[in-house]
Structure formats: structure tokens, C-alpha cells
T-cell receptor, first 117, second 113 residues
Framework: GAVVSQHPSRVICKSGTSVKIECRSLDFQATTMFWYRQFPKQSLMLMATSNEGSKATYEQGVEKDKFLINHASLTLSTLTVTSAHPEDSSFYIC?????????????FGAGTRLSVL | AQSVTQLDSQVPVFEEAPVELRCNYSSSVSVYLFWYVQYPNQGLQLLLKYLSGSTLVKGINGFEAEFNKSQTSFHLRKPSVHISDTAEYFCAVRNSGNTPLVFGKGTRLSVIA
């Protein structure tokens, strides 16, 4: 199956700093990437959808100035948590889909555990 | 809009016993249905999917699920579970096109030796 690589797997940062999370499709062109957030023992909540060549579409309640998403190329999307605060601590997961992949299938990265002190 | 309900938040089961994890969905349009498994501190792995055709779909690790349109259900089953099946299981739905998945709240399967 298709491989999605997400880095870093775990990051600890001080409050007020910014953190960048990368999501790469290794063997396919990701025309669409999705960013999810997962709180402990809860489900995945969609944060934003990023289509190739377009600005990301954010879900209601997600601050676009705080969670900056860049779909820089067909194989890379980044999520930057700006001025992170302890309440931003969470598990962030990206997923990707592409034209050459099986239809309607999203492939997920391994996730990033963000801890803000 | 679509929604997914996983009726059981936790399911404990003894090793080698059968298990069923329940999932119901609501949607005003045709949907595609998925089951994902998540091991601790990891991303999601696709177990199986229903896109069209046979309503009984088989996935990895011996799991299968049956799509029941009249009951709007997509329950996941395994005839004999192993300790290694202990994980969080998510049911998800999406409609046609490149729309995002909508997830249920998850079911924690705990297999007891």
C-alpha cells in the first residue's frame, strides 16, 4: 500500500514556541491531504483539508492563524502550530489521497505527539 | 452531513472468543465505509472497506464486516481474537469524491488471556 511518512513522531516544546510537523507521501502524489487532531481516548477530529495548489480549508472552530497548513508540493504538507500553548498538546495525524491510488482510500501517517510545557 | 455511531466505547473479550464491534451511520447520500485500527501512539491502519458490490467484506488480520443498508450498519467481526488484537478500532464514512473521513468515537477492544 501507499506510504505516508510523518515527522517528528514526538515533540516537546516550551509554551510560546512554534512547532512544524511534516507529512510526506513517499510513493505517490498526494493531491489532497487531511490533518486531524486526536485528544486522549477520543476520536479523530478533522482540522483542515489541503488540496494541491489551493489554500487549506479549515473546519469550523479551527484557528487558521494558529494552525498554519502548507501543501508545498504534491508530496509534502506541513502543519505549523504557532505560539503553542499547553492546551495545544495533542496527537496530530495526517492522511493523504491521490489520483493514482485506489479510489476513496486515505492513507495515514503514524502521527505526532505534541507536548507543550 | 454524515455521522457515525460506535455503540460500545469498550469491549473486553477473552482470547480465542468471537467479537463484534458495532457501527451505525447516517447519511443522505451513498457512502463508503471503513474500519481502521489504531495501536497505542500510532497512526491508523486500514482494516477493510466497503465501496460497492458484495456486502460482506474481508480485511486483514482475519476481520470481516457486513454492510447492511436497511439497518445503516457496518459491524466488524472476528471469529477468534488474539491478544495482539487489543487496540482502538474506528469506523469511518465518507461520500463520493475526495471528501474527508468522518470517524466514530472508537471502540477499545481489550483481549484478555
Amino acid at each position: 500500500g501507499a506510504v505516508v511518512s510523518q515527522h517528528p513522531s514526538r515533540v516537546i516544546c516550551k509554551s510560546g514556541t512554534s512547532v512544524k510537523i511534516e507529512c510526506r507521501s513517499l510513493d505517490f502524489q498526494a493531491t489532497t491531504m487531511f490533518w486531524y487532531r486526536q485528544f486522549p481516548k477520543q476520536s479523530l477530529m478533522l482540522m483542515a483539508t489541503s488540496n494541491e495548489g489551493s489554500k487549506a480549508t479549515y473546519e469550523q472552530g479551527v484557528e487558521k492563524d494558529k494552525f498554519l497548513i502548507n501543501h508545498a508540493s504534491l508530496t509534502l504538507s506541513t502543519l505549523t502550530v504557532t505560539s503553542a500553548h499547553p492546551e495545544d498538546s495533542s496527537f496530530y495525524i495526517c492522511s493523504a489521497s491521490g489520483r493514482t491510488l485506489a479510489k476513496n482510500i486515505q492513507y495515514f501517517g503514524a502521527g505526532t505527539r505534541l507536548s507543550v510545557l | 452531513a454524515q455521522s457515525v455511531t460506535q455503540l460500545d466505547s469498550q469491549v473486553p473479550v477473552f482470547e480465542e472468543a468471537p467479537v463484534e464491534l458495532r457501527c451505525n451511520y447516517s447519511s443522505s447520500v451513498s457512502v463508503y465505509l471503513f474500519w481502521y485500527v489504531q495501536y497505542p501512539n500510532q497512526g491508523l491502519q486500514l482494516l477493510l472497506k466497503y465501496l460497492s458490490g458484495s456486502t460482506l467484506v474481508k480485511g486483514i488480520n482475519g476481520f470481516e464486516a457486513e454492510f447492511n443498508k436497511s439497518q445503516t450498519s457496518f459491524h466488524l467481526r472476528k471469529p477468534s481474537v488474539h491478544i495482539s488484537d487489543t487496540a482502538e478500532y474506528f469506523c469511518a464514512v465518507r461520500n463520493s469524491g475526495n471528501t474527508p473521513l468522518v470517524f466514530g468515537k472508537g471502540t477499545r477492544l481489550s483481549v484478555i488471556a
